[in-house]
């Protein structure tokens, strides 16, 4: 919280602009202002002490001044020789912005407010994840959507991981079992050890992290440039129980997948089958597992020249014919010739 604003606000918290002062005590007093009156003073938004109203994207709502006192405390304890005359200031400045909230009602309960926050911007999702990661002790969940982990998507939470190892604290990581084959995956849980376990599925849900089964962190945005920190006990719990359920239903990345008992039919385009069945286009089976287009597209040709298939309606025949779009079925019951001893490639 003692870093800088913009170029035009080279503030910290403390010490607001005069711009700021306003628009701050004026959130504090109305419990939220528009986005259009906060314009003039990014420096609130980069200093945290406006953040997206959930329930209406047009507003901003205030950080409480005693959490904003919080985290000012929090770092000039690390450099208490040099900010001595800055403690003062934080503590004058949190004392008259709180005296401003009490006079006013709340526009929400104040439990509202911490139990969902929306995080505007990369730096701050980092520095969300980054506190909830100091503060984690038992155990963190995650769902890794998408296909094959890039190296710098891993080693960008590399310092997090290493640090939670370090404590003690037990990992479980969902992905599609696309990531199987991404080198970077293998090396980051070597180097991990068994403080992470990881199991895969034909598909996930969207990314989802959980410390301590306390606080959950998930998308808010399609580019993942916004997100939402959930402390809300219920919302938790029930986020708890799909990943429980998902991981149930995973294998876990040790153990080679299932064989389709259908030779030259592997277990993605048994997948891939399953999804043509129920109507998706290529594009979104190929998000759906992981994949490009043009290799979900490879597959489905595959697909239609082991089963005889010349066109992608006869193909959905044939899907039905060897009852890929359900539970499979043994190759004796399929009906396709040149079947013999079951093979995945």
């Known amino acids: 919280m003692a ?3 913009t170029d035009g606000h080279p503030h910290g918290a403390d010490r607001l ?3 700021g002062d306003r628009v701050y005590s004026r959130a504090v007093r109305r419990g939220r202002v528009s986005r259009r009156d906060a314009e003039p003073v990014p420096c609130l938004l980069d200093l945290a002490l ?3 109203d959930p329930d209406d994207m047009d507003w901003l709502v205030p950080t409480s001044p005693q959490e904003v006192m919080t985290r000012l405390l929090r770092g000039m304890y690390d450099e208490v020789s040099a900010s001595q005359r800055r403690v003062g200031s934080a503590v004058a400045a ?3 912005y709180a005296g401003l909230g009490r006079q006013v009602r709340p526009v929400r309960p104040a439990a509202e407010g911490s139990a969902i926050r929306v995080l505007d911007g990369l730096a701050r999702i980092q520095a969300a994840m980054d506190e909830a990661t100091e503060a984690c002790t038992t155990e963190v969940l995650t769902v890794q959507p998408g296909g094959i982990r890039r190296e710098h998507e891993l080693s960008e939470g590399l310092h997090r991981a290493l640090a939670l190892r370090g404590r003690g604290v037990r990992m ?4 599609t079992h696309v990531a199987r084959h991404g080198q970077g995956l293998l090396t980051y849980l070597e180097l ?3 403080a992470v376990e990881a199991r895969t599925l034909d598909e996930v849900i969207d990314r989802l992290i959980l410390f301590d089964r306390t606080v959950a962190f998930i998308p808010a945005n399609a580019d993942r440039t916004m997100a939402l920190e959930l402390r809300h006990p219920a919302l938790v719990a029930y986020l708890v129980t799909v990943f429980e359920r998902l991981w149930r239903l995973a294998i876990p990345l040790t153990a080679p997948l ?4 259908i030779e030259g039919i592997s277990h993605r385009e048994q997948s891939i089958a399953a999804l043509l069945a129920e109507g ?4 979104v089976i190929a998000e759906r597992l992981g994949i490009s287009v043009r290799t979900c597209r490879a597959h489905i040709a595959r697909l239609s020249e082991t089963l005889g298939a010349a066109s992608r309606t006869q193909l959905g025949v044939r899907i039905a014919q060897a009852g890929l779009d359900g539970p499979p079925r043994s190759a004796a019951s399929l009906g396709v010739p040149g079947q013999g001893s079951p093979s995945v490639r």
């Open 258 to 261: 299932p064989d389709t008992g």
């Open 192 to 194: 991990m050890g068994d």
């Open 50 to 52: 406006l953040h997206p």
């Open 94 to 96: 949190v004392e008259r």
């Open 172 to 175: 479980r990581d969902l992905y």
């Open 3 to 5: 870093g800088h604003g």
């Open 280 to 283: 998706h286009q290529d594009a």
């Open 17 to 19: 602009c005069e711009a």
